[in-house]
């Protein structure tokens, strides 16, 4: 039989991006560290496994499936984590041995590779929480607008890095070109750097989300307008059989931001209505 079209709350994709966008992070690691088109790889590589696929299925669905968003976000929490690990290697051996070796490495490039991929780590891992729980559609209007404005911010911080960091493949002094072209050093920055990237365009898809997020009313209805009188119509109630089949569910009160109505909640069934339920 077909596959119901939506499973936990998320329409069911295709399971070929987000393999693309797991296998992706393999073969960065590989060709970031490689002798010849590292640089070229670390940039390109991301866009091919990562954009192309995304933007192709938003051109011929028109929209992204459910499913990406969760998938995206464990992605980018892993990513995130190892931006901070590779980099914050780095500074630590410096900082903790005085090594002359790693003090291509000291500078102010890789301090705000580690503090973008600190950041990221932490609002990712909230966030990761709250898509678990089922707490993102409980989001007042207000608090979907903050989070556009902070995956904005931190999408700007991670293209910043990756810049940055680009720009300073070989560290100062073109010291992976020279003398430590073979060093571990160098293969675990220009890693930092890959995965730069690859969080650069997973917050593209995050940022993709939360806004379309923000344009969503509560389910079961459209929004009345401001001033207009809510009826509790219990029999419109009764006859709606997603209701009327889980009367006995818990339902939870909130209010519309957009027009200070109230509105029913049932987190076990997932249903929403403008009108009181009799078990309320």
Not at 213 to 226: E, K, L, M, Y
Not at 232 to 260: C, M
Not at 263 to 276: D, I, L, Q
Request: charged content about 15%.
């Amino acid at each position: 039989g077909n596959l119901p079209e939506e499973t936990m709350g998320f329409t069911m994709p295709s399971l070929a991006a987000p393999r693309l966008l797991i296998l992706s992070t393999v073969f960065v690691t590989v060709a970031a560290d490689s002798d010849n088109g590292g640089l070229a790889a670390a940039v390109f590589l991301p866009t091919f496994f990562v954009l192309i696929p995304v933007a192709v299925v938003l051109l011929i669905s028109q929209e992204l499936p459910g499913i990406l968003l969760p998938v995206t976000t464990g992605c980018a929490w892993v990513t995130s984590l190892l931006i901070l690990s590779l980099a914050g290697h780095l500074i630590y051996l410096r900082e903790a041995q005085n090594d002359d070796d790693k003090e291509p490495f000291d500078n102010d490039s890789t301090k705000f590779i580690t503090a973008t991929g600190v950041l990221s780590w932490v609002f990712l891992t909230i966030f990761g929480l709250a898509i678990y729980f089922k707490l993102r559609d409980r989001f007042t209007k207000f608090s979907r607008q903050l989070i556009v404005g902070w995956e904005g911010v931190m999408t700007l911080f991670v293209f910043i890095a990756a810049v940055v960091g680009s720009a300073n493949w070989n560290a100062d002094n073109n010291y992976c070109a020279k003398d430590g072209s073979k060093h571990r050093d160098c293969e675990t920055y220009k890693a930092a750097v890959a995965f730069c990237w690859f969080l650069f365009y997973f917050y593209w898809i995050e940022l993709y989300f939360a806004i379309v997020h923000t344009t969503q009313q509560p389910i079961g209805g459209q929004s009345p307008a401001p001033g207009d009188v809510v009826e509790q119509n219990y029999g419109v109630l009764e006859d709606d059989p997603a209701v009327r089949d889980h009367a006995g569910s818990k339902w939870q009160q909130f209010t519309d931001d957009a027009t200070g109505a109230p509105y029913w909640h049932n987190a076990e069934t997932g249903v929403s209505t403008w009108t009181k339920p009799a078990a309320a």
